[in-house]
């Protein structure tokens, strides 16, 4: 099964900054990769999908990039709303694997 | 408007049974892939099962295997999530998401196992 590791696990940061999260599959997923943000008590909300299109309704200052192994998403400008935990996804395979996820906290 | 709504959630004892359920609206379910993802209190989320729009193609979590069942009924634009044998590991809320992708979510349904 394709493992996906995600990093760093819980950053601070402050409004306005620039943040980079990223995700590493064991093996190739072609770029079959999407990102989620949760709020606490709330369903996940697709953010990118197929590794860098941005969802509809999405903010510009999110985006994805990689291909292969190796994603990011990124950031820029960091809004207060932005607060929340982030999990890659990779569905390219026949079992699903999300990351362990990235809590986003206040600086 | 695109909708998902799950009910069945509760409380049951280890070694029961629950059969999850998922409502679709505002969208073409029969020609959809659908997903069951959980969630256990304060934990990640975890990939639960997989079906293909018309059911023919079906996959699972090696955690759930053998105990779990994943059906739809495309003419009642409904998705369930049939749970046997029930652990305390599966205690989690339960969401229902769209295709491969998961493009929409639920707003999930809390199963408790405990006796």
């Known amino acids: 099964d394709i493992q996906m590791t995600q990093s760093p696990s819980s950053l601070s940061a402050s409004v306005g900054d620039r943040v980079t999260i990223t995700c590493r599959a064991s093996?190739?997923?072609?770029?079959?990769l999407a990102w989620y943000q949760q709020k606490p008590g709330k369903a996940p909300k697709r953010l990118i999908y197929?590794?860098?299109s941005l969802q509809s309704g999405v903010p510009s200052r999110f985006s994805g990039g990689g291909s292969g192994t190796e994603f990011t998403l990124t950031i820029t400008s960091l809004q207060p709303e932005d607060f929340a935990t982030y999990y890659c996804l990779q569905y390219n395979s026949y079992t699903w694997a999300f990351g362990q996820g990235t809590k986003v906290e206040i600086k | 408007e695109v909708q998902l709504v799950e009910s069945g959630g509760g409380l049951v004892q280890p070694g029961g049974s629950l059969r999850l359920s998922c409502a679709a609206s505002g969208f073409t379910f029969s020609v959809y892939s659908m997903n069951w993802v959980r969630q256990a209190p304060g934990k990640g989320l975890e990939w639960v099962s997989y079906i293909y729009s018309g059911g023919s193609t079906i996959y699972y979590a090696d955690s759930v295997k053998g105990r779990f069942t994943i059906s739809r009924d495309n003419a009642k634009n409904s998705l369930y999530l049939q749970m046997n044998s029930l652990r305390a590991e599966d205690t989690a809320v339960y969401y229902c998401a769209r295709e491969g992708a998961l493009s929409v979510w639920g707003q999930g349904t809390m199963v408790t196992v405990s006796s």
């Open positions: 197929a590794a860098s």
């Open positions: 093996q190739g997923i072609r770029n079959d």
